[in-house]
């Protein structure tokens, strides 16, 4: 015979049955069970496999976890009286009640139920309904036509309808037809696998509100059943407008955050340019003090040429007029005021007043043509051509005044292929580097008061390495301190004293060369013995 | 005697350029390289007026000018750069290291005209005579120890002010004496308290301020007491026209002019005592005398001359020197400092006319012109000003 175990859904896994036949052995004493049929529950609650159940006697199965047990099966397949029983054991860490049956003289029925899990469980489940009556989300189960057929309280609560009405509604009542709306089927197509989607729905008052729709699609005998939870997003939306707002002012803070980095980079430009300005006049006043004293000089001797000529021609007028006695004395004449005008002084001068003249010129020419091609970078502010050797020995005639008279400076240039930069910027990179390559060291002479003694020297170094340009720019200055080489690119940190230093220069280099040329800068120091800088610059940017 | 100019300039085209253009100058000139060598030169060589570039390597022209004027005192020191640095420039006049300075590139004979104008002060100030004078007579007005440690406080760039206010409070004679100066040249200061006083006005205005606290003893003398009306309301005066004519705060250097320019009038009186008050006399008896004039035939020398010989002794600078010299004749002054010149004049003039006494100062265009300005404009200008004392 066969007997069908139907398990609940429900109970699952915490109800396990089985059915025995009994065995009465000839000598009346001895009792067997020979299992017809277990549940796969029934293996799971005594963790056993279906090939035991068979082979192993229930009674010695079930002894193993309380010998009792034996005695217990005997006596109640004993009493013709007794259709069912009771026991309890434990399984390991399960409580398990167990009711036995008596079908007939012949077989028995163990059912063996996890209580504890069982309990739990059926909590957990008022738990739900609880959590789904009190939910704040709408809780909607619909037919595949649209009729509502069931709502939670909440629902009531947010479409202002009764039950009653609610359950005479299709969707379609509450769901406001906006343009980009999935239809119905279309949900209902997508929702077999679960459907996440943004809606509007209406309210009794006519009223609507955003809501974000979480379906699913449950089969069942002739249909499906579409549960949907509903949550209003009204705050959601109006979150998502702060956070764009919130995201607008940040860009335009961002933005001005930049426009005040232009600025600081101009100002510090301004900065260098200011502090060089007075270096330049300088190194142009020279050759111009110079030229134009050598002009007015000019202008005298030529003064002095006239009145001699003129004495000259005096006489040939005189010796043309036949005053021949007059010779002698008027060659006297001459003399003394070829003498005076020290003529002979004048000529042996000449010539080097004039190769004075045209080398004083000549370095006026140079500065103006160097200040010409710096400014020229300056104001374009455009990604263009650009040679860094000759970038250095531009900013190295402009700067030269401001350093000449603290350091030497060596240059070791290699050929290099031109870069695409915004020159005004690694101008002003250079410019930067080479100054405080020089404070450094006028720094270290004045702290160690070696004026005269050590000479300063500062080596620019340019070359090629892995498709990039480099330079590097070394002194033997002052050198920085171990606990401040992590923070010289750090906006506004300076050693100088208040007023000398901007704390800029360095940080708006490091934003020039790291972020706006993709290039590397890197510097190495000594306290008191030197640093050295390297810049490299990518030779493909677009 | 023929004057002696050794140049120094690390750039040879720029000596070079400078002896030619001097190649007819009626004095001598010497060329070196650095500063070291112009520190040989001079161990060997008799020089004058030093002229030194102010950026050269190793030694400096600030770093020479102080040796030199450690050294070689007599020596004049005059600055000769391509840095137009206004603060150095007044810095540089203010602690003597220079008399004058050429800017560079110089105008056409600017470097002669400044040697002549230097030349021509030297000569003044190197009287011999009232030199002589100074030296033997005992009544002059002696410097006291305090100014001298202030003076030395003053030129040493690490001390702090505060040192400076510490070393003045210690002597309250010279504290009450250098307040009573504050108050009353100055517009607008008005304190008790030494502090507040150095703190406003700087202290560069200190030297001349003390010097002027020394000398105006307080006493009883009419005439002296009057003087110190007149040189206090000429400063303030001298601040305020300066102030209206350059449209700019008046510079450090020039803001005490006014205080000591009569000084040598002061000085004649302690040495001659009745008999230059006599002098004064007639002078206010007869306004149309020229009161130099009548110094020039009683004593041997005017005011202005003992006084400036007096200030450039006193080491102040060459601007407060030249004033006390030429304030009655501004058409005299070197170009270096006409303008503060000048205004003087101008202030000392209004200055008596403010006083109601018969003392009148002669006015001349000259210092109108060479300011741009008409007599009604700064009779226009000082019409509402009050002239208290």
């Given at each position: 015979m066969s007997i069908q175990i139907n398990n609940t859904p429900v109970e699952g896994l915490l109800m396990g049955t089985a059915v025995h036949k009994i065995i009465q052995f000839s000598n009346d004493i001895e009792i067997g069970f020979e299992c017809v049929n277990a549940d796969n529950a029934f293996q799971h609650i005594l963790g056993v496999s279906k090939e035991e159940i068979c082979e192993i006697s229930l009674i010695t199965l079930l002894a193993e976890f309380d010998a009792n047990l034996i005695g217990f099966y005997k006596d109640f397949v004993m009493n013709?009286?007794?259709?069912s029983t009771e026991f309890y054991l434990n399984i390991s860490d399960k409580q398990i009640k167990a009711n036995l049956m008596k079908i007939n003289k012949e077989y028995i029925i163990t059912q063996l139920i996890d209580i504890k899990t069982h309990s739990e469980l059926i909590n957990n489940i008022s738990k739900y309904e609880t959590l789904l009556k009190n939910s704040t989300d709408i809780i909607l189960a619909t037919k595949?036509?649209?009729?509502?057929?069931d709502c939670n309280e909440q629902a009531l609560k947010e479409y202002g309808y009764s039950r009653e009405e609610l359950l005479n509604f299709n969707i379609l009542d509450i769901r406001r037809s906006i343009p980009g709306n999935l239809t119905i089927e279309q949900i209902y197509i997508a929702v077999d696998k679960g459907l996440i989607f943004e809606d509007v729905h209406s309210r009794r008052d006519g009223t609507t509100f955003p809501v974000e729709i979480r379906a699913v699609g449950i089969e069942i005998e002739g249909g499906r059943i579409f549960y949907s939870i509903i949550r209003d997003i009204t705050k959601g939306k109006n979150l998502i407008e702060d956070l764009n707002k919130k995201n607008q002012e940040l860009v335009s803070a961002l933005d001005q955050l930049k426009e005040t980095q232009i600025q600081l980079m101009n100002e510090d430009k301004m900065a260098s340019i200011g502090k060089l300005s007075a270096g330049i006049a300088h190194e142009i006043n020279n050759p111009l003090g110079f030229v134009l004293s050598n002009f007015n000089t000019l202008k005298k001797y030529i003064s002095k040429f006239s009145s001699t000529i003129e004495a000259y021609r005096n006489l040939k007028t005189k010796l043309d007029n036949n005053?021949?006695?007059?010779l002698s004395q008027g060659l006297d004449e001459i003399e003394e005021i070829d003498k005076k005008n020290k003529i002979d002084y004048i000529f042996r001068d000449l010539e080097e007043l004039f190769s004075d003249t045209d080398e004083g010129l000549d370095r006026i020419r140079k500065i103006v043509l160097a200040l010409r091609s710096f400014s020229h970078e300056s104001i374009s502010g455009e990604f263009e051509e650009y040679d860094l050797n000759e970038g250095i020995k531009n900013t190295l005639i402009i700067v030269k005044n401001e350093i000449k008279y603290n350091c030497d400076i060596k240059t070791n240039l290699a050929s290099l292929p031109t870069i695409n930069v915004i020159g005004s910027e690694i101008n002003q990179v250079l410019l930067n580097t080479i100054i405080n390559a020089s404070h450094a060291i006028k720094e270290k002479i004045e702290k160690y008061n070696i004026k005269g003694e050590q000479h300063g020297e500062i080596i620019i170094t340019t070359y090629c390495e892995n498709n990039c340009v480099c330079f590097s720019i070394e002194d033997n200055g002052i050198g920085i301190a171990k606990e401040n080489i992590n923070k010289i690119?750090?906006?506004?940190?300076?050693?100088?004293p208040v007023g000398l230093g901007t704390g800029l220069g360095l940080s708006i280099s490091y934003e020039i060369i790291k972020?706006?040329?993709k290039g590397e800068i890197d510097i190495e120091s000594t306290l008191g013995v030197g640093t050295k800088i390297t810049i490299k610059l990518p030779q493909l940017l677009k | 005697m023929e004057y002696s100019v050794l140049f120094v300039d690390d750039d040879k085209s720029i000596l070079k350029s400078i002896r030619r253009e001097l190649m007819d100058a009626d004095f001598e000139t010497s060329f070196v390289e650095s500063g070291e060598e112009a520190l040989k030169f001079l161990q060997d060589n008799k020089v004058d007026i030093i002229v030194s570039d102010m950026?050269?390597?190793?030694?400096?022209g600030s770093e020479l000018l102080k040796r030199v004027k450690g050294l070689y005192p007599d020596v004049v020191k005059v600055v000769l750069s391509g840095y137009a640095d206004q603060k150095m420039i007044f810095k540089l006049i203010n602690s003597n290291l220079a008399k004058a300075f050429i800017n560079?590139?110089?105008?056409?004979?600017e470097l002669t005209e400044t040697i002549h104008d230097i030349i021509e002060i030297n000569e003044k100030l190197n009287n011999v005579d009232i030199k002589e004078m100074i030296n033997s007579s005992n009544k002059l007005p002696t410097l006291s120890t305090i100014h001298t440690e202030i003076s030395l406080l003053i030129e040493?760039?690490?001390?702090?002010v505060d040192d400076i206010i510490k070393l003045i409070n210690t002597d309250q004679v010279i504290a009450s004496k250098i307040l009573r100066v504050v108050n009353s040249a100055f517009y607008g200061v008005k304190t008790a308290s030494i502090k507040t006083a150095v703190l406003n006005l700087?202290?560069?205005?200190l030297k001349a301020i003390i010097i002027t606290s020394q000398v105006f003893?307080?006493?009883?003398?009419f005439y002296e007491n009057l003087l110190w009306k007149h040189s206090s309301l000429t400063n303030k005066l001298t601040i305020s026209i300066y102030e209206y004519i350059y449209k700019k705060k008046i510079p450090d250097i020039y803001a005490?002019?006014?205080?000591?320019?009569?000084i040598g009038k002061v000085v004649l009186f302690k040495i001659f005592e009745g008999k230059y008050n006599k002098a004064l006399l007639i002078k206010e008896d007869n306004p149309e005398i020229i009161l130099s004039i009548s110094e020039k035939n009683t004593f041997n020398f005017s005011h202005e001359e003992i006084g400036s010989i007096l200030l450039n002794y006193w080491d102040l600078p060459a601007s407060i020197v030249e004033v006390a010299l030429n304030h009655h004749n501004?058409?005299?002054?070197?170009k270096q400092f006409k303008d503060i010149v000048c205004v003087v004049h101008l202030a000392d003039y209004y200055s008596w006319k403010n006083l109601n006494t018969n003392f009148r100062a002669e006015v001349k265009e000259e210092a109108f012109n060479y300011l741009e300005v008409t007599e009604n404009e700064i009779n226009e200008f000082l019409k509402n000003k009050i002239f208290e004392v």
């Open positions: 013709d009286e007794e259709v595949d036509s649209g009729e509502i057929i005053y021949r006695t007059l690119f750090e906006p506004f940190f300076t050693t100088k972020n706006k040329h | 950026m050269m390597p190793n030694m400096d560079k590139p110089w105008k056409e004979n040493d760039e690490s001390s702090e700087g202290l560069t205005y003893d307080l006493s009883n003398d005490t002019a006014g205080l000591l320019h009569d501004p058409e005299k002054s070197s």
